[in-house]
């Protein structure tokens, strides 16, 4: 089993920044890829991106060229920097790992850009 705790979200103008980060405990040892996915209200949770455990990474198109995602693997967190935010970039962000079962996820941290 793994669990995720996620920090980082917020309110913050459109332009503005934000970085959340994630924390993974417990069986980390089978840990490869890490991700965040958003969700908006009514709409469908959907990937942001992801970070193999060697670096190599994918976007949303969305996404590309404002968000860099990144990780430690000595601490087993995974980041997501998130410069030029939009109002369109306001969801729930997930913290999340596919697992061989289930997928682990996070909490859910709150992001919100105003206009």
């Known amino acids: 089993q793994v669990q995720l705790v996620e920090s980082g979200g917020g309110l913050v103008q459109a332009g503005g920044s934000l970085r959340l980060s994630c924390a993974a405990s417990g069986s980390t040892f089978s840990i490869n890829t890490m991700g965040w996915y958003r969700q908006a209200p009514g709409k469908q949770r959907e990937l942001v991106a992801d970070?193999?455990?060697?670096?190599?990474?994918d976007y949303a198109d969305s996404v590309k060229g404002r968000f860099t995602i990144s990780r430690d693997n000595a601490k087993n967190t995974v980041y997501l920097q998130m410069n030029s935010l939009k109002p369109e970039d306001t969801a729930v962000y997930y913290c999340?790992?596919?697992?061989?079962?289930?997928?682990?996820w996070g909490q859910g941290t709150q992001v919100s850009v105003s206009s």
């Open positions: 970070i193999s455990r060697g670096g190599d990474t």
């Open positions: 999340w790992i596919p697992g061989i079962g289930d997928d682990y």
